[in-house]
C-alpha cells in the first residue's frame, strides 16, 4: 500500500458551506493535502472573502463563490462558472445545513420545510450538477455530511433529522445510480463537535453538554479537525470501491446504548 493511494494534490473540491464550522475543517484538511478548496456560503461575500483569507494564510489555494444552495437556477449558474474559472469539479462535498430545535408539536410547516429543502433538496441539487462532468470524465467524488440524526432520533430534532436520515438514503441511491460512471457517494457522519451550531448546546452548566460527554465513548466533544482524515479517505483513489457508505466520526457514539451518569 502507498501513501499516493490517499495523494488529492492539484483536485479540485467544492465544499458547500466552507465559510465557518465543520465545512471550513474539512476544507482545510483537503486544502493542506494539496487540492484547490472551492469555497461556498450564501451569507455575505465578506464572509467568504474573509474565508478565503484564512485559507490562503495557511498556504492553501482557495477560491470563492456565493450562491444559495437551494436554489437550482443560482447553482446551475455557479457551477458552469466554476468550471470554467476554476476547472473541472472532482471532490464535491455537499455539507451545507442548518437546523432548527423546536419541538414538532410546536413547529411550523414552513420551518420543516425549510430545513428539508437546505439539508436534504439541496445535496441533491448541487449533485445533479456537478455530477454532470464528473460522468462525462468517469471519475469524481461525492461526500453527504449525514449526522448522528442520520441513524437516531432526538427531542426537538425532527426536522433536521428527517432530513439527515433522507440524506442517508439518498447517498446510497446516488451510490447506486452513478458507481457504473466510477463516481464514488459517500456520507460522513459527525458525532457532537464543537461548532457555532452546536454552541447553545454545549454551554458549561447545559444539562445537555454533560449528556453528550456522558454519552459519547471518548468522553468529549469532537475537533472539528477529527473530519479530516476521513474527508481525505472518502476524497481519495483510498476509497475507490467503497461507495454508499456512511462513515460515522462520532468517538463512538453508534456503538454502544450509554451508560448510568454514575458510571465511569
Ligand atoms: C443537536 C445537534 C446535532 C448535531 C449533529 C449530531 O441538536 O442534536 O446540533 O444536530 O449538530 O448533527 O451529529
Not at 468522553?219 to 477529527?226: E, I
Amino acid at each position: 500500500m502507498s501513501i499516493s493511494l490517499f495523494d488529492i494534490k492539484g483536485k479540485n473540491a467544492l465544499i458547500t458551506g466552507s465559510t465557518h464550522g465543520l465545512g471550513m475543517a474539512m476544507a482545510r484538511g483537503l486544502g493542506l493535502a494539496g487540492a484547490t478548496i472551492i469555497v461556498n456560503g450564501n451569507s455575505s461575500q465578506q464572509k467568504i472573502d474573509n474565508a478565503v483569507a484564512e485559507y490562503k494564510k495557511e498556504g492553501i489555494s482557495a477560491v470563492g463563490y456565493k450562491f444559495n444552495v437551494a436554489n437550482e437556477a443560482d447553482v446551475k449558474a455557479a457551477i458552469s462558472i466554476i468550471e470554467v474559472e476554476v476547472g473541472q469539479i472532482d471532490i464535491l462535498i455537499n455539507n451545507a445545513g442548518i437546523i432548527k430545535r423546536t419541538p414538532l408539536i410546536e413547529m411550523e410547516v414552513a420551518d420543516f420545510k425549510e430545513v428539508i429543502d437546505i439539508d436534504l433538496v439541496s445535496p441533491f441539487i448541487v449533485s445533479k450538477h456537478v455530477v454532470k462532468s464528473m460522468i462525462s470524465r468517469k471519475e469524481g467524488k461525492v461526500i453527504n455530511i449525514c449526522s448522528m440524526m442520520s441513524e437516531l432520533g432526538r427531542n426537538s430534532v425532527g426536522a433536521y433529522a428527517a432530513a439527515k436520515g433522507g440524506l442517508k438514503m439518498l447517498t446510497q441511491n446516488m451510490a447506486t445510480e452513478w458507481a457504473k460512471y466510477n463516481i464514488q457517494v459517500n456520507g460522513i457522519g459527525p458525532g457532537y463537535f464543537a461548532t457555532s451550531q452546536t454552541a447553545p448546546i454545549r454551554v458549561d452548566g447545559h444539562p445537555f453538554n454533560d449528556f453528550i460527554i456522558n454519552r459519547t465513548p471518548a468522553a468529549k466533544w469532537g475537533d472539528p479537525n477529527d473530519l479530516a482524515g476521513a474527508a481525505i479517505f472518502l476524497s481519495s483513489k483510498a476509497s475507490d470501491f467503497v461507495n454508499g457508505h456512511i462513515l460515522y466520526v462520532d468517538g463512538g457514539i453508534l456503538a454502544t446504548i450509554g451508560k448510568p451518569t454514575n458510571e465511569n
